[in-house]
């Protein structure tokens, strides 16, 4: 089987383990779970990072550090994996649902004009003309490693309505943003170390934040919110959100190859782009501007008409010949637990999932099974003999 994204293990990851065990520090606060956040730092948008269990906490943890209230509400594209909507149900504020663009990310025109048209502003902060909630944040999400670009206009958008802006960063980890800028317009950027992503932990996350205070906040709240661990007062509600520091060797280990990983991907995009391009009615989804995608997975966005296979057919055909595709997701707005909530004028995400199909892109995808998968949709699956 050619996997969709497979982990790949440089050898080190056993040594960093191994000191873990040798040192008895498997859990959290150990050492290589700060020096795996430090080590970061070259990465992540903000200056304090903090280890935790998987980017769904950290996205639920920066929502929380917001203190919202019951029902408030946060802006996200309908585009994304459940986990985005999730942390803001858990905080028990409500989502609102906006289109994609044709790089899969945030439609920003859409923002604008809902903003115009739907909100209003009072006390500093900005309201939904139709719930009368406030809205607190926006959450935008580099989807397959295409940055969402927050432009001046954008942040001082932001800005002047009082919103916060969450980067869903799980997927993005190594793109690079020409504009320098872009970190400090951040407020909370959230990473993945799942199995499938660019680098992994086995299980983790970080949530990468702007200061101290904000960093005591949220590894307070990540550890149970312990105000005296001596004694075990609590004085909120916490989590048992910390990263381990099992996960974090693995991570580290990782880490170290990054930079192979970031070259192997391009080069892995580029393969693809080069022939797939050429194919009438098939393209590899391209990266806006200003991003230098880590391409951790490419993208065939179809045009079933003029290639005379549909997204379903084309999935089907790969499997038969032992090649793991995967569908975009289901637009959010359209699923059974989020559907009730409003969603605004929703109409690309449907054509995109309709359309998008991620193909194998693995640090471990060798030259003879890209030529396969190359092959397959040039000769639009009719086997040789
Ligand atoms: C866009 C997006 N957000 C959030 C997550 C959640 O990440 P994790 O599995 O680390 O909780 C993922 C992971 O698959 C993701 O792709």
Not at 126 to 148: H, M, P, R
Not at 279 to 287: A, E, F, R, V, Y
């Amino acid at each position: 089987m050619i996997k969709l994204s497979e982990p790949f293990f440089f050898g080190n990851e056993l040594s960093f383990l191994k000191k873990s065990l040798e040192d008895k520090w498997i859990s959290s606060n150990g050492n290589i779970v700060k020096s795996f956040e430090k080590k970061l730092q070259r990465y992540t948008t903000g200056d304090y990072n903090l280890g935790v269990i998987n980017c769904t906490a950290a996205l639920q943890l920066a929502v929380r550090l917001l203190n919202p209230k019951k029902d408030e509400e946060i802006l996200v594209p309908s585009i994304t994996f459940a986990a985005t909507i999730n942390s803001i149900l858990y905080n028990n504020c409500k989502p609102v649902f906006f289109d994609c663009d044709n790089f899969l990310l945030l439609d920003k025109k859409k923002i604008y004009s809902f903003f115009e048209k739907n909100t209003y502003f009072k006390n500093g902060y900005s309201y939904n003309k139709k719930t009368k909630k406030k809205i607190l944040a926006i959450i935008v999400v580099n989807t397959f490693g295409n940055l969402f670009d927050i432009d001046k206009n954008f942040s001082a958008f932001c800005k002047k309505k009082n919103i916060k802006i969450i980067e869903d960063a799980a997927e993005s980890l190594g793109s690079i943003n020409y504009d320098k800028q872009r970190r400090n317009k951040i407020d909370f950027s959230c990473y993945s170390f799942n199995g499938n992503k660019l680098i992994t932990s086995g299980g983790g996350g970080i949530l990468s934040l702007k200061n101290k205070k904000q960093h005591i906040k949220a590894s307070y709240l990540a550890s149970q919110a312990k105000n005296d661990a001596i004694n075990f007062i609590h004085n909120d509600v916490g989590y048992n959100f910390m990263l381990s520091n099992l996960h974090a060797s693995i991570g580290l280990a990782q880490l170290l190859n990054i930079k192979k990983v970031l070259k192997k991907k391009k080069n892995i995009n580029f393969a693809y782009k080069k022939r797939i391009n050429k194919i009438n009615g098939l393209k590899i989804l391209d990266s806006p501007e200003k991003c230098s995608s880590n391409y951790w997975l490419n993208i065939l966005v179809i045009d079933s008409k003029k290639y005379g296979l549909s997204k379903k057919e084309i999935i089907k055909k790969f499997l038969n010949q032992g090649i793991e595709t995967r569908s975009l997701w289901y637009p959010n707005h359209l699923q059974k637990p989020f559907n009730k909530f409003q969603s605004y004028q929703i109409k690309n995400s449907k054509t995109m999932f309709e359309c998008c199909i991620c193909l194998p892109s693995s640090y471990g995808l060798n030259n003879n099974q890209q030529l396969k998968i190359v092959n397959l949709l040039e000769n639009r699956f009719k086997i040789k003999k």
